[in-house]
């Protein structure tokens, strides 16, 4: 089984780093796009621009089968560069939730949907809980929308 960013359009390429040590982050966000029920854009564009915990202290990893080259090129937009997009093509979603936990580098894991849209306060009350709590997990609230 091997890991590669997507690259829609010709052979699959290993990722270029920039910074080949980027200092650790606190949180890692896993989001498997698969069954993103059209929300994709807005979901990541909640993580990654609407957040109020610091930008540098957490990552963002897209999970991708590699289905919607369309998608794949406009969510990749949004990433910043320590971000990451990982295809692994044929993957169910439990797969991608799986490989993107082990790609992770953050000391905490927030495992969420891409059709689910985060508050802006997701991440920062994440990790004050976990800094007040001695607990090994949490669920956040899903509100409908």
Same mark, same amino acid.
């Given at each position: 089984?091997?890991? @590669? ?7 699959? *390429? ?7 040590? /980027? /200092? *650790?982050?606190?949180?890692? #966000? ?7 029920? $059209? ?5 990541? !564009?909640?993580?990654?621009?609407? *957040?109020? +915990? ?10 991708? =089968?590699?289905? =919607?080259?369309?998608? =794949?090129?406009?969510? !990749? ?11 692994? /093509?044929?993957? @169910?979603? +439990?797969?991608? +939730?799986?490989? $993107?936990?082990?790609?992770?580098? $953050? !000391? ?11 508050? /802006? ?6 990790? !004050? ?5 001695? =607990?090994? $997990?949490?669920?956040?609230?899903? #509100?409908?929308?």
């Amino acid at each position: 089984m091997s890991l @590669n960013h997507c690259n829609h359009g010709g052979p699959l *390429q290993p990722p270029t780093l920039v910074n080949r040590h /980027p /200092p *650790q982050p606190e949180v890692s #966000v896993i989001v498997p796009l698969p069954n993103h029920l $059209g929300l994709a854009i807005e979901c990541l !564009k909640s993580l990654v621009r609407e *957040q109020t +915990y610091p930008r540098e202290r957490f990552e963002v990893i897209l999970m991708t =089968d590699g289905a =919607d080259p369309a998608l =794949d090129s406009r969510v !990749k937009e949004l990433l910043a560069p320590e971000d990451r997009m990982i295809c692994h /093509p044929g993957a @169910n979603v +439990y797969l991608l +939730y799986n490989l $993107g936990a082990r790609e992770a580098r $953050g !000391k905490l894991l927030f495992i969420t949907e891409a059709h689910s849209i985060a508050e /802006p306060e997701c991440l920062e009350e994440l990790v !004050k809980f976990f800094a007040s709590h001695d =607990d090994d $997990g949490a669920c956040c609230r899903s #509100v409908s929308i």
